[in-house]
Nanobody
Framework: VQLQASGGGLVQAGGSLRLSCAASGRTWSNYLMGWFRQAPGKEREFVGNIVWTGGITDYADSVKGRFSISRSSAKNTVYLQMDSLKPEDTAVYYC??????????????????WGQGTLVTVSS
């Protein structure tokens, strides 16, 4: 089983980036895919998630209206579109997978699989 995150980079404040998370090694239809981020010296925090079957999404208040999550079943890939980026969005972004009926899917400890992380740096 593998989750591979990509798409990070350096962007100016107000700009956009799209992260990808390619999932392989199992069937994901019973899972939800989450995006988290971790800034230096801080704990990993919830960004958003999407239920693979049905596409229901949930977002942290800090990114609501700026970030959106989608998925491609054909490519087994989940995307995090990030618009109107702010310097405080700077972090390593991780994708994770948890069983879809997991209680408390905003809690990173509930996630079974993780990708390696991709760095997003937003300059002011």
């Amino acid at each position: 089983v593998q989750l591979q995150a990509s798409g990070g980079g350096l962007v100016q404040a107000g700009g956009s980036l799209r992260l990808s998370c390619a999932a392989s090694g199992r069937t994901w239809s019973n899972y939800l895919m989450g995006w988290f981020r971790q800034a230096p010296g801080k704990e990993r925090e919830f960004v958003g998630n999407i239920v693979w079957t049905g596409g229901i999404t949930d977002y942290a208040d800090s990114v609501k209206g700026r970030f959106s999550i989608s998925r491609s079943s054909a490519k087994n890939t989940v995307y995090l579109q990030m618009d109107s980026l702010k310097p405080e969005d700077t972090a390593v972004y991780y994708c994770g997978a948890a069983f879809a009926t997991t209680w408390g899917p905003r809690d990173p400890s509930k996630y079974e699989y993780w990708g390696q992380g991709t760095l997003v740096t937003v300059s002011s």
